[in-house]
């Protein structure tokens, strides 16, 4: 090509296919029309549910399954508020960064799948654990590319009057952004014998006294 591409990187994407398997078409009778989901389900829904099927570049079958799926993530999101704490607790704060670096890494490298697949580990650790109000915001942030509806809504709720989605994305702490803690496999003889839990930052005279 002699002319200079007006992108910075090119990704190919892969088919959606009818619940059978088989290709859309008006012949087979198995087309999906993607105005019917969004007065079903919201476009949100099928937004999150489509980057939630598998990988960019894959082909997959459209699963009703996976739809009603997307669609319980986001109703769990609507209901976030009622596990305010204070401050909030260490535990969902280290998942929220590491949700961050996650969530920006995998945008960045279309893998939008595993980046909603770490919001929903998010989700469940903060509905266990709590959040503030702050970790809400963070978090909110980081939904807005997936669910640019339902995060201005709860963005305004929340007393903004500026749109989410002028927000810069959040930064996200290194030393937050790492397992707390590991597992390490136990091998005796060469073989697995079970795995021990130990901090990142254990020595291995630390290792072998715990193993």
Known sequence: ????EPFQRLEFLGFILSEDGRKMSKRWGNVINPDDIVDLVGADSLRVYEMFMGPFE??????????????????????LSTHYTETGTESTNRQLHKTIKKVAEDIENFKFNTAVSAMMIFVKKAEKNGLS????????????PFAPHLAEELW???????SIHLE???SFDDSLAVDDIIEIGVQVNGKLR??????????EKEVTEIA
């Open 156 to 162: 305004h709720e929340l007393g903004h009057s500026d």
């Open 194 to 203: 079970g795995s021990i839990t130990v901090s990142p930052n254990a020595d």
């Open 168 to 170: 810069s994305f959040p």
């Open 58 to 79: 894959n082909t997959i079958a459209w699963s009703k399954d996976g739809l009603a799926g997307a669609c319980r993530f986001l109703e769990r999101v609507n209901g």
């Open 133 to 144: 109000h702050k970790m809400y915001e963070q978090f909110l942030k980081i939904l807005a």
């Open 1 to 4: 090509m002699s002319t200079i």
